[in-house]
């Protein structure tokens, strides 16, 4: 059994908090833990391997409990300090969640970057600093409170940022719904507006989904009413349209014309151009 000591301070987490910690293997995935509180000494044993982060429940005012952790860390006999290690768990992931979201884009605000550098002084001072020291625990403790707030408003103005890229030039975000339409599905105005508001509330466009053998019977020969039936509902219900695939390769979309002649490449291309041409025309 690997065994991990921590030296604590109760008055700062409480022991039914320290009863509650549990050990996660290298992927962060909890292992049958046991753990007791002896003395100063938060003792956490495992069997699963000898590496990896304990969790701790901690209240945060006014937050609430949140469940901190350390960075991994190997069994071994000499204690660890519990509040510097859930401080230097909690800075971190705190820094490398950031690094992945300027990667995406995000700008961090100048009082974030502010925040962030006094929180990072601080944690180095405290590293120095003697971790039995009451006044160094309580800094470490302090610290972690910073970084719980931080983390909320630094979650919560990424997220308006993403919200606001993805929709710059659309009320709605940027990633399309659609819903697709073919010779089975509503084509009344009656029966589309039984569910349009409904639908208009989740979905971006409408995917009427025609075959060439249905639009271009013969060659040459042109039959759009279908089409334009369903055309027509989805637009008087505020619904952008995007047709496709026009084009199918498959014995039971291609005009039965064209497949007499579908050895020769060139026929199939010209009479491909000619087609798409012809809706283009039409609709674009």
Known sequence: MFEWRFRITPEIIPQALL???????????????HTIVQG??????????????IHVPMTHLPL?????????????????????????????????RLFDWKMVGYHQPKEFEYRLENIAKRFSCAVVGSPSSPEVEQEFAAILDELALLTIDENRKFAEQSISWRTRNNERLSIIFGIGMNDRS????????????????????VMPMPT????????????????????????????QIMLGPLISFSADSLPDWLLQNISDGNYLGKRGDQFLNSVAERYF
């Open 64 to 96: 609430g409990v949140i469940m901190e952790s350390t960075e991994s860390l190997l069994s071994r006999a000499e204690p660890y300090h519990l509040l510097k290690e859930l401080a230097r768990g909690s800075f971190g992931r705190f820094q490398r």
């Open 212 to 239: 060439w053998r249905e639009l271009e019977p013969q060659p040459g020969k042109f039959d759009w009413d279908r089409l334009e039936r369903q055309l027509i509902t989805p637009f008087r219900f505020g619904f």
């Open 186 to 205: 509503f084509e009344s105005l009656h029966e589309f507006s039984t569910y349009a508001d409904l639908l208009n509330n989740s979905f971006h466009v």
């Open 19 to 33: 009863e509650a910690a549990f050990f996660a293997d290298w992927g962060r995935v909890p292992r049958l833990t």
């Open 40 to 53: 100063s000494d938060l003792i956490v044993r495992s069997h699963a391997t000898g590496s990896g982060t």
